[in-house]
C-alpha cells in the first residue's frame, strides 16, 4: 500500500464504512504505530477492522493466528471480495499449493496470512517468518490460552514465544471473553504484560433477552421459529446429544430446514452442516455447545437456550453469536423446574474443593437470578460483567412485558409444610398431587390423603404451583436431594416464612403461548412495504446468484445491511452506490453494475 493512504481513506474505500465503531480508531491508530495491544470487545464489535487495517498500512504481512482452520476459507474469501491480498496457509491445502503460498508469503506478495497455532509454531514456519518482511502478529480468539475456559487450546500456551523470537513486530490479541480472569491469564501467558488493553462495552444493545416459562419446550420452540422467525438462520443449543438429535429429527418433520451439530457425529458431517449452516438461508442448527466458537455468520437472527446453559458466561458468549451484523436478533431461552433441579443436584454432588465450590455456588445463584429477575435483564447481565447500565434497557422481555407479582406468602407456606409433611423424601410431581388433592395409587398406598396439606391449595393449577416450586427452589427455600430423584428439602432459609414473619412475592408467568403482536417484531431487514419488499427479494436472488458464482456464502457477497441500504437509497448510479453501507471500491467494481441494473428494473417496474 502507497504512504499516502490514511486509516480513514482504508475504512471508506476498502471496506466501504463511513465511520469508526467505538475504539476501533484508537486500536488502529496504536498497532499502526507499532505497539502491542489486548482488545476485549463483543461479538459483533468490529474486532478484525483492528488488525486488518494495521496490517495494510504497515509495511510487510501480517500474520493472522486463528484456531478454527475451517473458518479461514471463509474469512480469506471476505477479504479477497474486498480486493485485498490474503491467503490461509493450512492442513486443509494439498501439500504443493501450501508451499506455494509459503513462497508467496516470503517474497512479500500478501497483506495478511492466517495460519493455525500449531503450524505457526513449527520451526519450518519459523525460519519463514524469519526471511520474510512481518507487520504485525494478530491473535484472534485469544482466550483459548485460558485453561479454565471451554475453549482451551494448548497450541495457544506456545505463542508466548513470539514476543521474543520476534521482538521488533507488534502483536495484537483479541478476544470476546470479558472476564478479569481471562484477561489476566492472556496477558501472562502470551505475554503482553506490556500491551495497551483496550476494554470495550459488552452491552449487545441490539440483541433482545427472553426467558419462557417451559411447559412443553419443543412445542414452544416450534412456534418460536414459525411466527418470529421464518425463513431465517439461528442455533438451538441443547444440553446433550440425544436432545440435538430428537429436536433436530422434531423440526425436520414438522417442515423446518433443521441440522443437528454435537461431538458424536463425524468430522465430516460436522464439516457439512456447518458449512450448510453458512452457506444456505435460513438454516436451524440445532447444536450442543460443541458448535459455535467462531462462527462468523453475520445474520443469525437468533439463538435458542432449550436447556438452561452452563453459566452466565456462557450464556453471553452462546448468544453473542446472535445478531454480529448490529440488526435486531434474540436470545429466547425456555426455563423450567428441571433446570433448577439439575443445577442445584450439580451443586450438592460437586467433588470440588471448599474454594471452588463457593465460586461454582456464586455463579450458578447468578444464573438463576438471572433467569428468575423481576427487573431488566440487561441490566442484572451487565452488572456481572462489571458493567452499569443506568436505565433499563427497553428491550427485553422484562422492560418490554413488565412482570406482574403476587402475593404468596401463604402458597409458600402451603409448599413448604407440604414438603415438610411428606418427610422431605419427594420430588415436585407427587407434591403437587398432594396440595391438590389428587388420589392417586401412590398417595393412597403412602397414606399422604390423610397429610393436613392434601387438598389446600386446589386453588391454584398444576401449571402455577410447579412456578411456585421453582421460584421457591431458586430462592433457595428448597434444596434438592443428592441422591437424584429431585427430591426436595427445606433449607434453613424457610424458618421465617413458614412462622409468617417473611412475606414472599412470586412473579406470574405470562400465559402461554404469547402472541405476536405482544413482542410487536416483523421480520428482520425484510420491509414492510411491499415495493421495498419486491426490491429486497430481487436483491436477495441476484445475492443468491452471485455467490454460488463463486462458491462463498452470500453474505460475504454483501450482508443483510448492505442490502437494507440498497432499498433504502434506490441508488441509480455508482456515486450513490457508494454511499452504502459495505460497498467499497472492490464491491463497486465487482456488483456495482448488477445492482444498478437491478434497482433500475424495479423502479421501472414501479413506474409504468
Ligand atoms: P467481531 O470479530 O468483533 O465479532 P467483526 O469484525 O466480524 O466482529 O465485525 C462484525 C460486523 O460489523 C461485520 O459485519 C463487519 O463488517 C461490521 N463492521 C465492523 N466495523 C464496522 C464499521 N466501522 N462500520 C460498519 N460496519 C462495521
Ligand atoms: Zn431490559
Known amino acids: 500500500m502507497s504512504d499516502k493512504v490514511t486509516t480513514a481513506s482504508l475504512l471508506q474505500s476498502v471496506f466501504g464504512y463511513r ?100 503450524r505457526l509454531c513449527s520451526e519450518g514456519f519459523l525460519s519463514l517468518l524469519d526471511q520474510a518482511q512481518l507487520s504485525l502478529f494478530a491473535i484472534d480468539e485469544a482466550h483459548c490460552v485460558s485453561q479454565w475456559g471451554h475453549d482451551f487450546r494448548p497450541e495457544y500456551l506456545r505463542l508466548a514465544m513470539l514476543a521474543e523470537r520476534f521482538a521488533e513486530v507488534p502483536r495484537i490479541a483479541l478476544t470476546a471473553t470479558a472476564d478479569a480472569t ?96 453458512l452457506r444456505e438461508e435460513g438454516v436451524i442448527m440445532v447444536a450442543t455447545v460443541a458448535f459455535g466458537m467462531g462462527i462468523d455468520k453475520p445474520d443469525v437472527r437468533f439463538v435458542v437456550h432449550l436447556d438452561i446453559p452452563k453459566s452466565l458466561e456462557a450464556y453471553y458468549q452462546e448468544t453473542g453469536r446472535a445478531g454480529r451484523d ?109 396440595l391438590r388433592g389428587k388420589s392417586n395409587p401412590r398417595i393412597e398406598s403412602l397414606g399422604h390423603r390423610h397429610l393436613s396439606t392434601f387438598g389446600i391449595g386446589d386453588h391454584l393449577d398444576e401449571r402455577q404451583w410447579k412456578s411456585v416450586f421453582r421460584q421457591l427452589t431458586a430462592a433457595g427455600f428448597l434444596q434438592v436431594d443428592v441422591e437424584g430423584y429431585g427430591s426436595l428439602r427445606l433449607t434453613e432459609k424457610c424458618r421465617p416464612v413458614l412462622r409468617g414473619e417473611e412475606k414472599i412475592r412470586f412473579r406470574k408467568e405470562l400465559p402461554l403461548p404469547r402472541n405476536k403482536t405482544e413482542t410487536g417484531r416483523t421480520q428482520v431487514g425484510v420491509p414492510a412495504d411491499p415495493q421495498a419488499q419486491a426490491l429486497w427479494e430481487a436483491l436477495r436472488i441476484l445475492r443468491r446468484r452471485l455467490a454460488e458464482e ?45 445492482i444498478l441494473v437491478v434497482v433500475r428494473e424495479h423502479l421501472e417496474g414501479v413506474a409504468s
Not at 228 to 248: D, K, M, Q
Not at 358 to 376: N, V
Not at 579 to 585: K, N
Open 182 to 277: 481471562t484477561r489476566n491469564e492472556i496477558l501472562d501467558r502470551l505475554q503482553l504484560r506490556r500491551a495497551k488493553v483496550f476494554i470495550s462495552s459488552f452491552d449487545r444493545p441490539n440483541i433482545r433477552y427472553r426467558i419462557v416459562p417451559k411447559i412443553n419446550a419443543r412445542r414452544q420452540l416450534l412456534r418460536f421459529l414459525r411466527e418470529e422467525h421464518p425463513e431465517e438462520s439461528g442455533i438451538v443449543y441443547c444440553l446433550s446429544r440425544r436432545r440435538v438429535e430428537e429436536t433436530a429429527g422434531f423440526l425436520v418433520r414438522e417442515g423446518l430446514l433443521a441440522l443437528p451439530y454435537h461431538a458424536g457425529l463425524t468430522t465430516e458431517v460436522r464439516a457439512e452442516h456447518q458449512q450448510r449452516f
Open 326 to 434: 448490529g440488526l435486531p436478533a434474540e436470545a429466547w431461552m425456555a426455563y423450567g423446574l428441571g433446570d433448577v433441579v439439575g443445577i442445584r443436584q450439580l451443586l450438592a454432588q460437586s467433588q470440588a474443593d471448599e474454594r471452588i465450590k463457593r465460586i461454582e455456588h456464586h455463579k450458578l445463584e447468578a444464573l438463576l437470578g438471572y433467569c428468575e429477575t423481576t427487573g431488566c435483564r440487561r441490566q442484572v447481565l451487565l452488572r456481572y460483567f462489571g458493567e452499569t447500565l443506568e436505565q433499563p434497557c427497553g428491550n427485553c422481555d422484562n422492560c418490554l412485558d413488565p412482570v406482574e407479582t403476587w402475593e404468596g406468602s401463604q402458597e409458600a407456606q402451603m409448599a413448604l409444610s407440604c414438603v415438610y409433611r411428606t418427610g422431605q423424601r419427594f420430588g415436585v410431581g407427587h407434591l403437587v398431587d398432594v
Open 19 to 118: 465511520e469508526f465503531r467505538g475504539r476501533q480508531r484508537e486500536i488502529i491508530d496504536h498497532v499502526s504505530a507499532g505497539g502491542d495491544a489486548l482488545v476485549l470487545m463483543p461479538t459483533g464489535g468490529g474486532k478484525s477492522l483492528c488488525y486488518q487495517i494495521p496490517a495494510l498500512l504497515r509495511q510487510g504481512t501480517a500474520i493472522v493466528v486463528s484456531p478454527l482452520i475451517a473458518l479461514m476459507q471463509d474469512q480469506v474469501d471476505g477479504l479477497r471480495q474486498l480486493g485485498v491480498k490474503a491467503a490461509f496457509i493450512n492442513s486443509s491445502l494439498p501439500w504443493e499449493t501450501a508451499r506455494q503460498y509459503e513462497d508467496a508469503l516470503v517474497r512479500g506478495e500478501y497483506d495478511l496470512v492466517y495460519v493455525a497455532p500449531e
Open 550 to 594: 463463486q462458491n462463498v456464502p452470500p453474505y460475504i457477497v454483501f450482508n443483510d445491511v448492505t442490502l437494507a441500504g440498497i432499498v433504502e437509497r434506490c441508488p441509480t448510479d455508482e456515486w450513490a452506490l457508494m454511499e452504502v453501507t459495505g460497498i467499497g471500491e472492490a464491491k463497486l467494481a465487482r456488483y456495482g453494475r448488477a
